[in-house]
């Protein structure tokens, strides 16, 4: 079934671009081009097996951000480092997002990965970024993102994150919503309430440099008045 | 086109009892005899000059489906020959191609709900999922989850707003959702005089949509306005039907009758989460057994300030509110 899934949202064939496949960690990884490919820009699978991906059956009747087909690969929490180790014992997984990073892998521009621009250019270069977050704490591009390999996350601790793992990026301020999202109680649920347990990660609502929801209008207003009672 | 229609004898035999005057009850006994003789005996009854195959075969499903049991009291046997009939009536009727199931309540399971009213934006999303998954009537425009927006400090259902159609989240108001409470102690199920309503195992408080005499006791009765009554049958356009239904849950629903929210029966028994659950872009609704104490909603009730809505009328609601 993820087969199918695959072959529809992501891997078009030969159509791909080279970024997305040197960025495949999992399923597609194992074609031979992407090992090529991956071996030839020196960026081998990050730590190999590490990644643990599932391949039974795609989330119900749900299609990612921006409606764009998603593929259902998931993270499990097997992994040493991984939230069901830090915060109980419910076994959640997250979707991953990394794969997501496509059109415009950030290679493309930060040449031999460094992340070299700074101060305004940010700006011309990152239109679409709203640099909301970093200005209300101080932050600055390289807070988060790795400076010698743009398209990883750095922990204070200086260790590094993909970018499926926004989750341990987040988690080192605003962790008590992290102690929520991990037991399941933060976050927009995929699949069932039984048997596999599945949440989207931090990023995948909200906008990392601008994380607060946008206002919506919301669903049409129900047509029939409620009923309050005799005196209303 | 139209049916042979040569008398044999059990057709003359119901024919005789049909003017003979007999009591009702008797006359629905010897009706429902079997299809056989119900086909024959409607055929009777019926103006066989204008109806055609299909008809005739509504007309006695229709008639079968009148006179069976309350779904409780059915055997396995009697629950797979209505379902085959609903079936055909909904391809027959509408043209739909459904699937009913009778799936029970999971052992060990009972359902709860908690709702964040610190995360709810008032985006609406899963009153929308919920009128698509559960084939609500497009016509009166049907919804079981209602979205109260309130002042920042109050919670006040009176003074609460819920046909608000602007941008939201609206500075300083905060939103919080309601819908069927699935009560443990529920006073619409006290109400009914035909015992058309009633708690699953699991917590959950269905109607049988073939048994509700459409009396409206259990709407008065409930204290949260979960109930909505059809004036007229559900009127959903074909293709936007759901073909997975429950009986119990989102099937067709008929002229006169009861329905309510039933945490979406038909997907939460086979481990999936409620429409509205999934649906919600904010993580504000959480669902889960709260029989499993590794469960999230379990996690909720023990770590989260929660609260149940108008709880001094001790019945005890399966839906808590909680801040973060």
């Given at each position: 079934m993820l087969v199918c899934i695959a072959a529809s949202?992501?891997?078009?064939?030969?159509?791909?671009p080279d970024g997305a496949a040197r960025k495949h960690i999992g399923p597609g990884a194992n074609r031979e081009g992407d090992v090529e490919l991956a071996a030839g820009a020196g960026t081998a699978n990050r730590e190999p097996g590490a990644l643990k991906t599932v391949t039974s059956a795609p989330v119900h009747d749900w299609t990612g951000p921006g409606d764009q087909p998603f593929e259902v690969a998931l993270r499990t929490s097997e992994r040493e480092s991984g939230h069901a180790r830090r915060f109980g014992s419910v076994t959640l997984q997250t979707a991953l997002r990394a794969r997501l990073l496509q059109q415009y892998p950030c290679t493309s521009c930060h040449l031999g990965r460094k992340l070299v621009m700074a101060g305004k250019r940010v700006a011309d270069a990152h239109q679409d970024i709203r640099p909301v977050h970093p200005e209300q704490t101080g932050a600055h591009c390289s807070t988060c993102h790795a400076s010698e390999d743009v398209e990883q996350l750095t922990l204070e601790s200086g260790e590094r994150a993909t970018l499926d793992e926004t989750y341990r990026l987040c988690a080192q301020c605003h962790f008590r919503q992290t102690d929520a999202w991990a037991q399941g109680a933060h976050g927009k649920r995929l699949d069932g309430w039984q048997g596999r347990r599945v949440v989207m990660g931090c990023a995948d609502c909200h906008d990392p440099h601008a994380p607060a929801l946008a206002q919506r209008i919301p669903f049409r207003a129900p047509q029939l008045e409620r009923s309050r009672g005799p005196d209303k | 086109m139209t049916r042979d229609s040569t008398p044999d004898k059990q057709d003359a035999q119901d024919g005789t009892m049909l003017q003979k005057s007999v009591d009702r009850r008797h006359a629905l006994k010897v009706l429902a005899g079997g299809l056989a003789a119900g086909v024959q005996a409607v055929s009777a009854c019926a103006p066989l000059s204008a109806a055609s195959d299909e008809e005739r075969e509504i007309r006695v499903l229709a008639w079968q489906e009148y006179i069976k049991g309350n779904y409780r009291f059915m055997t396995e046997a009697e629950r797979a020959e209505t379902i085959a009939r609903l079936e055909r009536l909904a391809q027959l009727r509408r043209g739909e191609d459904v699937t009913i199931q009778t799936t029970g309540a999971q052992p060990g399971v009972v359902f709860g709900y908690a709702f964040n009213i610190s995360k709810c934006k008032g985006f609406r999303r899963c009153v929308e999922a919920c009128i698509n998954e559960n084939n609500l009537d497009r016509r009166a425009d049907t919804q079981y989850i209602r979205i109260f927006e309130m002042e920042d400090g109050v919670i006040n259902l009176d003074e609460a707003d819920a046909t608000f159609q602007h941008e939201v989240p609206a500075e300083g108001h905060f939103y919080m959702g309601t819908q069927c409470f699935q009560c443990a102690d529920p006073p619409c199920v006290k109400v009914c005089p035909v015992k058309a309503t009633w708690q699953e195992p699991d917590g959950i408080t269905v109607v049988d949509y073939d048994w509700c005499i459409g009396c409206r006791y259990c709407i008065a009765a409930c204290p949260y306005w979960a109930r909505r009554f059809n004036w007229s049958a559900a009127e959903v356009p074909v293709e936007e039907v759901n073909p997975n239904q429950h009986y119990l849950g989102n099937r067709a629903r008929k002229t006169g009758v009861v329905e309510k929210c039933t945490f979406c029966i038909h997907r939460t028994r086979q481990g999936r989460l409620p429409a509205c659950a999934e649906a919600c872009p904010t993580g504000a609704r959480v669902f889960g057994n709260?029989?499993?104490?590794?469960?999230e909603i379990r996690w909720v009730l023990a770590n989260k300030r929660v609260f149940r809505l108008k709880e001094d009328l001790k019945t005890e609601p399966r839906f808590w509110y909680f801040t973060d």
């Open positions: 949202g992501i891997a078009v064939g030969c159509s791909e | 709260l029989l499993d104490p590794d469960s």
